[in-house]
């Protein structure tokens, strides 16, 4: 035979079988293993043949590619081989037309065997067989493979592999499984045309529903483009097995806006056909004690993500951030997400800065649509959860009104999502609700606290219960709060700047209870809330700082915080500044040495600050 660029090799198809096989012609197949008297060939999943020992002209080891020719097929089915060494060859793939099952319809085929044709989205070795969840352009579904307990099977087949497999539909605790006989990773042509099936069928699928919002909104209408394509990356990232982290501010506008995602994400992953623990290891709601997103927070997130990556064969996860994500403090962490190749999404109402957007895949924030910090974080999150999956709509519909009140929006939205809801909640309802929110996560520290926030929140349909649980957070509350007040309202520092307005500093360090609720930032909020009321119609600023810290709240002081923060950051050497938030309200920190001089600059910003 002329050895030369013409000569073809032929590539059998995984549904091939011995009746695709030619005496004569030439195959490239794969070493299975070694006997005494040759080499064992696969020439596909279905066909298995012999090198003879004599007819062996190279070294190999188990899985490497071979060439061989078919000297004979017996007429039991045995196949004897020889292995042949050729300079340049031509490959042509040998294709059987199969019936392909869709992975939405396994349902009808129980006790069947099926074809299906799709990509690995995980593998997880068990103590017994090798789990891949294989996902198509219907949806999701694990396939089990045995070779002996513990050992990986198929080892060829990798993190993100186009695959045809084959096996029987069997249901295993209620749920569908598919038992696998042969799987066969494709290459090519064959690899190129189910990548681009599943890519097309998933882009329609993720597209969310056009639905209305919940209440009337001009910045929130202009928003909508990018809360669509926020949502469609989170029904993707569900559709395509990705775990998604979720990180938020610990505060009642985030925990409502994390809530309301969790919520769709979660019984979107039910209704997909996720396996019954599914939103535990394909979803993580994480809270993150600072109002931006923290090494801290990324370290956890990446040590998490990339066990899991190793251990269970997860693919890395999205991220999305919400009320948080926007600003410079993001930066770093954000960095590391990048090394990592995470894509990161941002539902935020802090001022953004423009330097964050090369490092996310999706930004919503109202600042973008001329809006401000009024619209929270928790509106636009149950907003995008209504377009993850609509169906959830009645569970979290009152959550933006917890949200606007415990965030003391002043947005007209906030009125609109509490008429929404007012015949099942009432504005008092919503503000013992964020309390309770705020007081029960600053017990839960870094948890999540998934099934007592949804108490707080009544989603679990006790009523009676939940009525309860709040009140008594409610009133363990008030009691730390007016304890907290009695203790460091005499020690509140006095003066009124040349501006006009009212200066009002306390050392929550040493005049405040440490280590309980409410913390310094809360602290300084309360004390601010009651010299307003006694300074009503005054435009009234109030810091409350420690060692190496001070937050601020304004009212009716036009402050840019962040600004002034990277001013005072360039104005004071050796000061160490960070910090920023939202325009009026925020925090900075600083070294402990340089307190005096980082207070007197922040008041002398403040006082060039316009008054209303």
């Known amino acids: 035979m002329n050895q030369s660029s013409e000569v073809v090799v032929y590539r059998l198809g995984p549904s091939c079988d011995l009746g695709d096989v030619e005496e004569g012609a030439i195959y490239l197949g794969k070493v299975q293993g070694f006997a005494n008297f040759g080499t064992f060939v696969m020439l596909s999943d279905r066909v298995k043949g012999l090198v003879h020992k004599t007819n062996v002209r190279t070294e190999h080891a188990e899985r490497d590619e071979i060439l061989v020719r078919v000297k004979a097929i017996r007429p039991n089915g045995n196949i004897d081989l020889e292995e042949v060494i050729l300079p340049s060859y031509e490959v042509k793939s040998v294709t059987r037309t199969v019936t392909v099952t869709r992975l939405a319809d396994l349902g009808n085929r129980i006790g069947r065997t099926v074809t299906v044709m799709g990509e690995i989205a995980q593998i997880k070795q068990t103590s017994g067989p090798t789990i891949f969840t294989v996902v198509d352009e219907s949806g999701s579904e694990n396939a089990a493979a045995f070779v002996e307990a513990g050992v990986r099977a198929y080892p060829e087949v990798e993190l993100g592999s186009l695959v045809q497999l084959e096996g029987q539909v069997m249901q295993r605790n209620n749920q569908l499984q598919i038992e696998v006989r042969a799987i066969s990773v494709l290459t090519g042509d064959e690899a190129a045309e189910v990548t681009e099936r599943i890519e097309q069928a998933l882009d329609a699928r993720a597209e969310p529903e056009e639905i209305p919002l919940m209440v009337e909104s001009e910045v929130m209408t202009e928003l909508r483009p990018e809360m669509r394509r926020i949502a469609k990356a989170i029904r993707r990232a569900i559709f395509t ?15 409502c806006s994390a809530v309301a995602i969790e919520q769709a994400v979660v019984s979107l992953i039910k209704q997909s056909g996720g396996d019954f623990d599914a939103d535990y290891f394909l979803f993580k709601r994480a809270p993150s004690k600072a109002p931006f997103y923290e090494i801290e927070d990324i370290t956890r997130d990446l040590d998490f993500a990339l066990k899991d990556n190793i251990r269970y064969g997860q693919k890395m996860p999205l991220i999305l951030l919400t009320d948080n994500g926007s600003t410079e403090e993001d930066e770093p962490a954000l960095k590391l997400a990048k090394v990592f190749g995470l894509e990161v999404l941002v539902v935020d109402h802090h001022h953004p800065d423009a330097v964050i957007d090369q490092y996310l895949i999706g930004h919503v924030n109202p600042y973008h649509a001329g809006g401000d910090f009024g619209i929270t974080a928790g509106m636009l999150g149950t907003e995008i959860a209504r377009l993850i999956n609509p169906s959830v709509e009645s569970l979290i519909r009152h959550l933006p009104a917890i949200a606007g009140v415990g965030d003391r929006s002043e947005a007209p939205e906030r009125q609109r999502y509490l008429d929404l809801i007012k015949e099942q909640y009432s504005e008092d309802d919503c503000k013992a609700m964020a309390l309770a929110l705020d007081y029960e996560q600053f017990w839960l520290r870094f948890n999540d606290g998934r099934e007592l926030i949804k108490e707080i929140l009544d989603l679990t349909g006790k009523n009676e219960r939940h009525t309860e649980f709040v009140r008594l957070l409610v009133e363990g509350a008030n009691a730390a709060i007016e304890d907290q007040m009695s203790a460091t309202m005499p020690h509140v520092r006095e003066q009124t700047l040349s501006n006009g307005a009212n200066l009002f500093l306390l050392d929550v360090e040493i005049h405040a209870h440490k280590f309980t609720f409410p913390p310094p930032g809360k602290t300084s909020g309360e004390v601010h809330d009651r010299l307003c009321k006694q300074h009503a119609g005054e435009p009234v600023v109030t810091i409350g700082f420690g060692p190496d ?7 009716g002081v036009l402050m840019n915080i ?7 950051r360039t104005e004071i050497s050796g000061g160490g500044i960070s910090g920023g938030g939202h325009l009026v309200v925020g925090s900075i920190k600083f070294v402990e040495g340089m307190r005096d001089q980082v207070l007197e600059g922040l008041i002398a910003k403040i006082a060039e600050a316009e008054v209303e």
């Open 241 to 255: 097995s990705q775990p998604i982290v979720l990180r938020h501010h610990a505060d009642a506008d985030g925990i």
């Open 562 to 568: 962040p600004r002034m923060v990277r001013e005072l």
């Open 549 to 555: 810290f001070a937050v601020l709240r304004s009212k």
